[in-house]
C-alpha cells in the first residue's frame, strides 16, 4: 500500500508488472498499461524504502518483478493478468475487512489510495495539473472525478475559516 500511494497513486496493475530493471538511479522508468506512456520519476523517499526492503524480501520473482506475485509460470499476457486480477480481489478484500475492523466503514481499494493521494495533494493546493500527470491522466476531467469527493470536515473547515 505504501509504495503505491508514494509512487505517485501508481495503479496497482502497473505496481505488480514492475521489474527490477525498470528501477534506477532511485527512480521507475515504466510504460503505464492504461495509457502505455512512458513514465521516468525519482521514487519518494517512503517508496524507495519499499523497494530496498522487497530487495532483500526472502520470497522473489523468479521471473524479475520487484513485487512476488508474477512469477516465470506467468509467461502470457494472459497469464499475467489472470494473476493481478487474482492479487488484486485478495488485496481489495483484505483491506475492506481491515478498514472494517477499525471502525473505518469506506471500503478501501487500491483505487482507494489513488483517490486519496490525488485528494492529498488536491488539499495540499498542488495544482490540478500536476496531480493530472502524477496520476498518469490524460485530461483534468479525468483527474477530477478522483477530487469530487472532498471530506465533509474539510469542507466545514474551509467555510468556517472563510466566514471567520
Excluded at 61 to 78: L, N, Q, R, W, Y
Aim: avoid cysteine; aromatic fraction near 10%; charged fraction near 25%.
Amino acid at each position: 500500500m505504501q509504495f503505491m500511494y508514494y509512487a505517485r497513486g501508481m495503479n496497482f496493475n502497473d505496481m505488480l508488472k514492475l521489474k527490477w530493471e525498470d528501477f534506477q538511479n532511485n527512480g521507475i522508468v515504466y510504460k503505464r498499461s492504461k495509457n502505455k506512456r512512458e513514465y521516468n520519476f525519482e521514487l519518494h523517499p517512503k517508496a524507495l524504502k519499499v523497494v530496498k526492503l522487497f530487495k532483500d524480501f526472502q520470497a522473489q520473482s523468479d521471473a524479475g518483478h520487484i513485487f512476488p506475485f508474477v512469477m516465470k509460470e506467468h509467461d502470457t499476457a494472459k497469464k499475467i493478468d489472470a494473476r493481478i486480477d487474482s492479487a488484486l480481489k485478495d488485496f481489495n478484500e483484505d483491506t475492506t475487512a481491515m478498514a472494517k475492523a477499525i471502525g473505518w466503514e469506506k471500503s478501501f481499494t487500491s483505487n482507494a489510495l489513488r483517490h486519496g493521494f490525488a485528494s492529498h495533494l488536491n488539499e495540499a493546493n498542488v495544482d490540478i495539473k500536476i496531480i493530472q500527470e502524477a496520476l498518469g491522466h490524460e485530461t483534468q476531467a479525468q483527474t477530477r472525478t478522483y477530487l469530487d469527493d472532498i471530506e465533509d470536515s474539510i469542507i466545514t473547515s474551509a467555510i468556517n475559516n472563510a466566514l471567520l
